[in-house]
């Protein structure tokens, strides 16, 4: 999650590990923060650097999962010049930048077994040395580390020394995913949004319909509040009567009656495309105005039919007629539809 995302919320389940964060931060001790993507693994980072008596010393974010397994240990623990092909200057690691600080590792179950061994002896015994260099430096770090992944499991499997989990696991915060915080959908949902508002300029903010907040707070989530971020926003963007409450929700940014189909024969380009089929017993209601308006007629009628038939369910109507939910959704707008389902 973004660093300028809120780290707010009011559920009881958030207020727990908001407090276990608070209490973890006063001690130097290393803290594992394990949580689902999106879940702001690296703001609860931040937090307990600047709640810590170490909040005036240096918060370095390294992401483990950026760089090959050959380039994360001179990142770490920096190198000296000549000690490999292209090292042309001595460069400090990261442990050497958060001196007197914080050292956030996330995705730290990415980090190779070479670096987990030298992990482990600067988290033992507060040296590290740089590649290519005889002697250790001494260095004072505290380390967060973060990962979506079930370290005890990875030791089973041989792929986490144990004795680094160990060493690395005084306190673990598990942060809840956005589907089990009652209540802060809504909240951060009207931060978002009302954030993207002033981005656009919008005199004031009208908030969200009923009818999409109520879509958003039943929707899964998961990809947590990054991904709640992305669709508060993108309902905003495209909202175009600022004074009325935002009623259009779209959850995959992807669907199109136009998206490619994986696999799919492409036809050579001088081949027309085949008629659909059209049964004997198809009905075309009589509607004036030609072909345009009997289809757009008959269309409602379908549209009527299957929502009958599926009691207002939307999402067993979208299935049932081929549609995405969200295409489902515009064909009820463009039929005035929406409201009476």
Known sequence: MDRDNPFI????????????????????????????????????????????????????AMNCAALTETLIEAELFGHE???????TRARAGRFEEADGGTLFLDELATLS????????????????????????????????????????RLVDQGRFRADLLDRLSFEVITLPPLRVREGDVAQLADFFGRRMAAELGWPSWPGFAKPAMTEMEAFGWPGNIRELRNVAERAVYRWEDWAAPVADIVFDPFASPWRPMAGQDMAPPDASPAAPAVTATA???????????????????LLEAALIR????????????????????????????????
């Open 9 to 60: 919320g009011q559920s009881l389940a958030f207020l727990d590990s908001v407090e276990r964060v608070s209490r973890a931060a006063q001690l130097n001790r290393p803290v594992l923060v394990i949580g689902e993507r999106g879940t702001g693994k690296e703001l609860v980072a931040e937090r307990l650097h600047r709640l810590s008596p170490r909040w005036d010393g240096p918060f370095v």
């Open 81 to 87: 010049a000549g000690a490999f092909t292209g090292a």
């Open 113 to 152: 077994s070479g670096a987990q061994e030298r992990l482990l002896r600067a988290v033992e015994y507060g040296e590290v040395t740089r590649i290519g260099a005889n002697r250790p430096i001494r260095v004072d770090v505290r380390i967060v580390a973060a990962t979506n992944e079930h370290l005890p």
């Open 283 to 301: 009905t075309v209601p009589d509607a004036p105005g030609g072909l345009r308006a009997a289809v757009h007629a008959y269309e409602r009628q």
């Open 310 to 341: 599926h009691r207002h369910n939307q999402r067993a109507t979208a299935k049932t007629l081929g549609l995405t939910y969200d295409q489902l959704r515009h064909c009820l707008k463009k039929h005035g539809l929406l409201d009476a389902s």
